[in-house]
């Protein structure tokens, strides 16, 4: 089941946007460091993410594994499991960029799917029932899954009846990360007093991914003949993004090429080396470091809010939590002490 559906109107956390602060002036070497739009395949192989577009059957395990071969690289790694018979987005890293695609699972995700409610209803009792589920809602784990069944609380964006017919429903639900989708269905029959089930579902979001840019395995496997047999990397420098794109949903802070290294061995990052910053940040808030190129630096959780940060001249601003850029990129601005 493909779907393109306009969602102007729905929103993932992943949607929101920031606004950008200048906190003071740097200037960055153009002889360190490559911009994410410049890097070469090899980079990016060491250091990027496909997004995939699943097909039906095969596990995000083995889909993952099979870009690990036609790739021949050495790690793989997906930004959340679907089903076996799930179609859709499926974030695939390379390399480093596995260090960093666990971000996307609080970046939210979307799906269109067909429900069906053993009973005689209505669009609008459908319609009704999506609404009420709308928002913070307890679930329980189906029996059949890979987590410990216990009940948690899950976040419904927005939940759309799109069509109708015979019993069967349509629908486009935005979800937090680890919610049952085929579980939401059953509720819906339960409210509506009958049995209900998920006939098909397909992701059509996963935070900053979507459908319409996601890339199939045999375009893959065409893009990896060229690339191996051909030499010819037009195809795969198109498919093949740099990690920066499954970061891009985060609040982030920039900052001067002499910090970089430092941060890029665990230093906390310190007022002095900020140069931008965006809205967003609060105390404990996930945020990306980036370097004034617009590379991924480190993931990391700061200490204080962007306004704090901005009438900050000393003290540490952000925990460095993993590192993204391999040490070594920039040159060392800082100096052991002596002992």
Same mark, same amino acid.
């Given at each position: ?14 949607? *929101? ?13 153009? *002889? ?59 974030? %695939? ?15 939210? #995700? ?10 005689? %209803? ?115 420098? *198109? ?35 900020? %140069? ?6 609060? #105390?404990?808030?996930? %945020?990306?470091? *980036? ?49």
């Amino acid at each position: 089941m493909v779907a393109d559906f306009n969602s102007n109107l729905d929103y993932l956390p992943s949607d *929101k946007t920031y606004q950008l602060f200048q906190k003071t002036e740097a200037y960055t070497n153009p *002889k360190y460091g490559t911009s994410p739009d410049d890097r070469s395949i090899i980079q990016k192989l060491n250091n990027g993410v496909l997004n995939i577009d699943k097909p039906p059957n095969p596990t995000s395990h083995e889909v993952a594994a099979w870009v690990r071969k036609l790739l021949k690289i050495k790690k793989t790694g997906h930004g959340g499991t679907l089903d076996p018979q799930v179609t859709g987005c499926l974030p %695939v890293a390379t390399g480093r960029g596995t260090r960093a695609i666990q971000v996307l699972l609080p970046a939210g #995700k979307e799906y269109v799917g067909i429900g069906k409610v053993h009973g005689p %209803v209505t669009k609008g009792d459908v319609e009704r029932i999506a609404q009420t589920l709308q928002g913070k809602i307890y679930q329980m784990p189906p029996v059949r899954s890979n987590v410990k069944r216990r009940l948690r609380v899950r976040n419904i964006y927005y939940f759309k009846v799109l069509d109708f017919f015979d019993k069967q429903y349509l629908f486009r639900i935005g979800c937090q990360a680890g919610t049952y989708i085929r579980k939401i269905c059953v509720d819906v029959g339960v409210l509506l007093g009958y049995n209900g089930h998920m006939k098909e579902l397909r992701r059509t979001r996963s935070g900053p991914f979507k459908e319409s840019s996601a890339v199939t395995l045999n375009e893959l496997r065409e893009a990896a003949f060229y690339y191996f047999e051909e030499e010819n990397d037009s195809l795969l420098h *198109k498919y093949l993004l740099p990690i920066e794109s499954a970061v891009s949903h985060l609040p982030c802070i920039s900052v001067r090429d002499s910090a970089i290294d430092a941060v890029c061995h665990g230093a906390f990052l310190t007022a002095p080396g900020v %140069v931008k910053l965006t809205s967003g940040i609060e #105390k404990n808030t996930l %945020v990306l470091i *980036k370097s004034l190129k617009d590379e991924a630096v480190a993931l990391a959780i700061s200490t204080k809010s962007t306004n704090e940060i901005i009438e900050m001249n000393n003290g540490i601003v952000a925990r460095t939590d993993r590192v993204l850029m391999m040490p070594g990129t920039y040159p060392k601005g800082w100096k052991k002490r002596k002992e």
